[in-house]
Each structure stands twice: as structure tokens, then as C-alpha cells.
């Protein structure tokens, strides 16, 4: 059959995971989940749209998410709706309209989520369209140790996955009365080189003076080298609040360094902030987030709820499996069989399909040929499938209810009735 040009393509941006990857995928979800539920979280699962006014209200209305990224339409309702950039709104959302906040609640109000973000991005390696966060919220909360913990959780998370050499990043954008008295200190400083910056950031330099911090212009980065740090203008509060959260990193022996320009990319943080980064070659040199958060004290008053105060962080799924293929790859799971059957004729085809199905309900992954292929090709494919035995199943097999396990991987053999077989199949599928 000649090649021919596939007609339909994946969206750019996005990709498909296939069988194998999908096992690694499920497998980082499952010590997430392990992981989580021992700190306390519960899973939540949110639409993945929302009202526009849900992300350009609370991510940040100067944010380059809402400004560029933002895939947003109006419905046949002429409703403004927005697929998810990111996780925490949606969630605060949702714990705002359920009312979790209520006297018969948990305080924290602990979740997590795992699912799929949409941002237009130039894609890169690790970085698509729409790409799969997992992530943590620990709502009606404030706490300096519950900023401490998200981070020892992030941590233990990534300990588990086998991922090392990361470098962690805090700082703090403190308080209201610590953000005004930065917003006018850095806004009188970057007033004389307001022609040299980029047009983003003369656009924010009076709306949001700190994105232009976290501007990607490398003229705006030369000018923001000396620009004053927000630590200098710390409420008694915030620099208290700050150094306890240090205190506990300390004690439990974090190693990380306080960058005083790091800012986030999201508009509603305020005291905590972090980044975990890894500069594993894999990402070509440099340092790459591979998790970052912080705490959103205005966040939930803004959607309506009570004034309390959250933290949370979000993973990038697709960042993350490229370092842990890169730093653990005894982690990457193999698809599995514990038995192929290797049918010679059509009574033992007959006879391993009705085998199949009592060995399945007692938990062994088995199968076999479907298309008729010889008896050494199917030995092959044993092999190509992972399964740990195989068995020749024909007439002779047939009549005489014995089967011959012999291990794909080794020389060993083992003669079993099917009785014997179908009774305790574990004890010899090993």
C-alpha cells in the first residue's frame, strides 16, 4: 500500500499520548495522588472553562496569560467564556459557589487537581498549547506553615519520582500596605527610563508596576537589574510572617535561596511565593520551573467569598516527564502481560479465549494472537509484549487440560493442569 500524505494533523501545540506514555502518565498520578492524600488533600475537578471575568478579574488583567495567552470566545449564548490558563481560579471558584467555606468545613479546605491548561504559546519542548498541570490548594488559610508545608509537599512529591538537583526559589510580595509602598517606590524608579522600555511595560509601569519585573524584553531586564527590592519595603508583618515561614524551611533542612526579583506571572499572589526549578540538560541550560505558587490572600474576597486567605501551586506535567526521563528512567513503566497464549490451531484458540476471561477476573493480564500468525511469530510477540510466560495452547493441550508455562525471559518451564491454573493462577504466574 503506497505512503499517503495523512490528510488531518493534531492541532499545533498539542499532542497525542500513546499507549506506554499514557503508563508513565498514570503512574506520576498515582504517587501525586498517594502523596497528596497524605497531607490531607482531596481531589476536585473543575470545568475547563470558565467565565472570561473568572481569569481576567483574579489571574491579572495586565498578565501576559489574559493579555496573549487567553484562548477566549463567545458561546451561541453570546456568553464571554475562556478555556482554563491555569488551575487556582477555577478552583476558588468553585470553593466559592459551593460555600466550602462553611462552620461544617475543614480550615485549610485542602484540594488538588490534575488536568488540562490552555495557553497560546509558542511551542517548545515542554511547553504546548495545551498542556496538563497538577496542582494543590490549600484555601481559609494563613499560616506560615502552611506556606512551609505546600513547599515540603512539592519536595516529597518530586523526592518520590526519583527527580533531584532542584533548586528552590522563595520570595515575598507581602501585604497591601507592602505592595503600595513598593508600587510607588518602583514606579519612581523606573519613570526615567520609561522611553527606553519595551511597549508591555510602559503599558503596565502605571497599572502593574511589577510585571515589568517580570518582563522577557532583555532591555526591560537591564533596566530592572538595579531597580529597588520589594524586601526593602516589608510591613513589620510581612518581613515577621517571611522570616517564620524561613524558620521552618531551616528546620527541615530545605536547601533555597530568597531571589528578590522572582515576582510570579500571575496577578493575585501576595506574601509567599516559590518556584522549583531543575537545570537538568534536558531543557537545554539554564534553570526551568517545573513547579511554582504562592499565597493569594485577596483572591477568594474577589470572587465573591469570605476574606480569607489560600496558597496553592501548579506542576507542568509535560516538564516534569522530561526530567524524570532524563533522571530516573527506572521509573518509566514497561507494558505488561503475565501470560500470552500462543494459539497452534483452532481448538486452542477456542480454548485459550475462554481461559482468558476467568484468568482476568482473577486479576492476570493475559492475552493473545488475534490473527492467525504462526506459532514462532507469536513466540515473538510474547517476548515484544513484556509477558512474563507463555503457553502453547493446541489440541493436544486441549484434551489432555495441561499446559506448559515457559518464561519468555528464561529458561524455565513449568508444567500446570488448567484446574490448577484457573484455581491459584499467581502461584505460578510469578
Not at 51 to 74: C, H, L, P, W
Not at 90 to 99: E, H, T
Not at 345 to 370: C, P, Q
Request: proline share 5%.
Amino acid at each position: 500500500m503506497p505512503n499517503k500524505k495523512v490528510k488531518y494533523q493534531r492541532p499545533r501545540g498539542t499532542a497525542d499520548i500513546l499507549p506506554g506514555d499514557s503508563d508513565l502518565w498514570q503512574k506520576v498520578e498515582g504517587v501525586a495522588r498517594q502523596t497528596f492524600s497524605q497531607f490531607g488533600y482531596s481531589e476536585i475537578r473543575t470545568p475547563m472553562f470558565e467565565a472570561f471575568d473568572v481569569y481576567s478579574r483574579n489571574v491579572g488583567d495586565t498578565s501576559d496569560i489574559v493579555e496573549k495567552q487567553m484562548y477566549d470566545f463567545y458561546d451561541k449564548g453570546n456568553r464571554h467564556i475562556a478555556l482554563r490558563p491555569e488551575g487556582t481560579a477555577g478552583v476558588v471558584r468553585a470553593y466559592v459557589q459551593n460555600k466550602l467555606f462553611g462552620p461544617e468545613c475543614p480550615k485549610p479546605y485542602k484540594v488538588y487537581y490534575m488536568g488540562p491548561m490552555f495557553r497560546y504559546e509558542r511551542p517548545e519542548s515542554g511547553r504546548q498549547r495545551q498542556f496538563t498541570q497538577i496542582g494543590c490548594e490549600a484555601l481559609n488559610s494563613e499560616s506560615p506553615q502552611i506556606d512551609a508545608e505546600v513547599i515540603l509537599e512539592a519536595l516529597l512529591f518530586f523526592k518520590r519520582l526519583g527527580v533531584k538537583n532542584l533548586r528552590v526559589a522563595i520570595n515575598t510580595l507581602g501585604d497591601n500596605e507592602t505592595r503600595t509602598r513598593y508600587r510607588e517606590s518602583l514606579i519612581n524608579y523606573l519613570k526615567p527610563f520609561y522611553d527606553e522600555l519595551s511597549e508591555d511595560s510602559q503599558e503596565r509601569l502605571y497599572k502593574n508596576p511589577l510585571r515589568v519585573l517580570d518582563s522577557k524584553d532583555p532591555h526591560d531586564k537591564e533596566i530592572v537589574k538595579d531597580a529597588p527590592s520589594i524586601l526593602d519595603s516589608l510591613s513589620d508583618y510581612s518581613a515577621k510572617y517571611f522570616d517564620d515561614v524561613k524558620k521552618i524551611l531551616d528546620e527541615f533542612n530545605v536547601d533555597y535561596v530568597v531571589d528578590p526579583d522572582m515576582v510570579r506571572g500571575l496577578d493575585y499572589y501576595t506574601h509567599t511565593i516559590f518556584e522549583i526549578m531543575s537545570n537538568a540538560p534536558v531543557f537545554g541550560g539554564g534553570y526551568t520551573t517545573i513547579c511554582g505558587g504562592g499565597r493569594y490572600n485577596g483572591l477568594i474576597s474577589q470572587l465573591g467569598g469570605p476574606d480569607e486567605g489560600g496558597i496553592g501551586y501548579g506542576i507542568g506535567v509535560e516538564r516534569l516527564l522530561l526530567l524524570l526521563k532524563n533522571e530516573n528512567k527506572n521509573f518509566i513503566p514497561k507494558p505488561s502481560l503475565d501470560l500470552f497464549f500462543v494459539t497452534a490451531d483452532k481448538a486452542g484458540n477456542d480454548f485459550a479465549f475462554s481461559l482468558m476471561e476467568t484468568l482476568r477476573e482473577k486479576g492476570i493480564k493475559v492475552d493473545k494472537d488475534y490473527q492467525g500468525l504462526k506459532v514462532g511469530t507469536q513466540i515473538k510477540e510474547a517476548t515484544r509484549r513484556n509477558s512474563k510466560y507463555f503457553a502453547v495452547i493446541g489440541s493436544k493441550e486441549v484434551d489432555s487440560k495441561t499446559l506448559e508455562l515457559s518464561g519468555t525471559s528464561s529458561d524455565e518451564k513449568v508444567k500446570v493442569s488448567v484446574n490448577e491454573l484457573l484455581e491459584n493462577p499467581s502461584q505460578y504466574l510469578k
